[in-house]
């Protein structure tokens, strides 16, 4: 992990030498993680697509201003978090973002790729995802799906670790009361 | 409610330090309830869990542009304007070059060449510098003084022009008034004359 850490650091000196292919290995190594992170709080493949693309061309506009490489994964999550937050002012720009709820509007997230679970857990894990604020769906995603530290997330988030550590408890409540007894039916 | 020592949910989402993480794993071993509560939060994360991630449509790259890409120079100062610590330095440098430039650029005042002389470039005491002062007000005094009398004297020549030109015009004024009297004497005399001849006639005319 520290060894990953000092190559990707490495990759953002020479990129902010002009070492496009640098850049270029970086987003491959991200791309991933940031398009799943932007679907699960869009639940739209198009838009997280778009906006996963604008994250990183601002990423290397900016990669200047980071002045410390080690702490490359906050930022470039933050920058994928204010895209988004963006695309939905635009979108409903009299609606507090509080109040949108992407997985009304668009069809719900479905299961990528053969797995080993009832479909009908995933559609449900979608269904109870869909029924969290946009704070606490973007909180467990950060930290359940992507592993990001309070810290961390109150980085990317702009917000105190309380305030985090709020939203994710308490979505993980709604979470457990909904999906634990499901989940245990299917494995019993 | 749980019994554990420490948040049972900071222990699932790994926020608890090793040491901590340890007590927390010993109490659930002896406590059914935190245990439960504990699979209830694990069946939920692997509930999560089976919504996998996807794969992105279409990979993202950046081709390299020459016409694009910025210069070196302009690279490195953006690289430069880019980093706080740097910025700042730089703000420092440039504060400190127009404080140079300013003292080195700025017009000395103009000193009174009448009423200053020269100041020696050693120190002097303050007795010399009292004498010096003394000697500049005596020297600015007397320059006010020979100007001033320079003025009177320029105001007296000029008043008595002016009261030349009067007398002479006085004086002329004078001549007029006395040739203009002895013309009238001189039609007066001639008035009184001409009577005298024109009544001889009318006497003889009388006399036939």
């Given amino acids: 992990m520290i060894f990953r850490a000092v190559e990707d650091a490495d990759l953002i000196r020479q990129a902010t030498r002009g070492n496009v292919e640098s850049f270029n290995l970086l987003v491959s190594r991200w791309e991933k993680r940031v398009y799943n992170y932007l679907l699960r709080i869009t639940a739209n493949r198009e838009d997280a697509l778009d906006l996963t693309q604008d994250a990183f061309l601002k990423a290397y506009q900016n990669l200047r201003k980071l002045d410390d490489p080690g702490r490359f994964a906050p930022w470039l999550y933050r920058i994928a978090h204010n895209e988004a937050y963006s695309m939905f002012r635009k979108r409903k720009p009299e609606t507090d973002v509080d109040e949108i709820e992407p997985g009304a509007t668009e069809t719900q997230v479905t299961v990528g790729g053969s797995s080993v679970f009832p479909i009908e857990l995933s559609l449900a894990v979608a269904s109870a995802l869909d029924r969290l604020s946009v704070d606490q769906r973007e909180a467990i995603v950060l930290k359940v799906y992507q592993g ?8 990317i988030l702009s917000c105190p670790v309380s305030t985090i550590k709020s939203r994710v408890y308490t979505a993980l409540e709604l979470l457990k009361i909904e999906l634990a007894p499901m989940k245990a039916r299917g494995l019993s | 409610m749980s019994c554990s020592p420490f948040d ?4 699932f989402l790994r926020e608890l330090p090793s040491p901590q ?5 010993a109490h659930v071993n002896h406590c059914p309830a935190c245990r439960e509560e504990l699979e209830r939060l694990q069946l939920t994360e692997a509930a999560l869990f089976s919504l996998r991630d996807e794969e992105i449509p279409q990979r993202i790259a950046f081709v390299s542009d020459q016409i694009f890409e910025p210069s070196p120079v302009r690279r490195w100062l953006s690289g430069f304007w880019g980093s706080t610590a740097r910025l700042g330095f730089a703000s420092a440098a440039m504060l400190s070059a127009s404080i140079f430039y300013f003292a080195a650029t700025r017009p000395a005042p103009a000193p009174d060449r009448t009423a200053v002389t020269p100041v020696a470039a050693v120190s002097p005491s303050p007795q010399e510098v009292q004498q010096q002062i003394q000697q500049a007000v005596a020297q600015a005094v007397a320059a006010v003084e020979a100007h001033q009398a320079e003025k009177n004297k320029e105001l007296v020549a000029y008043f008595e022009r002016q009261s030349d030109e009067t007398l002479r015009s006085v004086r002329w004024m004078a001549g007029e008034l006395d040739a203009y009297r002895k013309r009238a004497q001189v039609t007066r005399v ?5 009577p005298v001849g024109n009544a001889q006639p009318s006497e003889n005319g009388d006399a036939k």
């Fill in chain 2, 21 to 25: 993480r340890v007590q927390v794993e």
């Fill in chain 2, 190 to 194: 001639l008035a009184q004359a001409q």
């Fill in chain 2, 8 to 11: 049972l949910k900071e222990y």
């Fill in chain 1, 148 to 155: 990001f530290k309070f810290e961390e997330m109150a980085e």
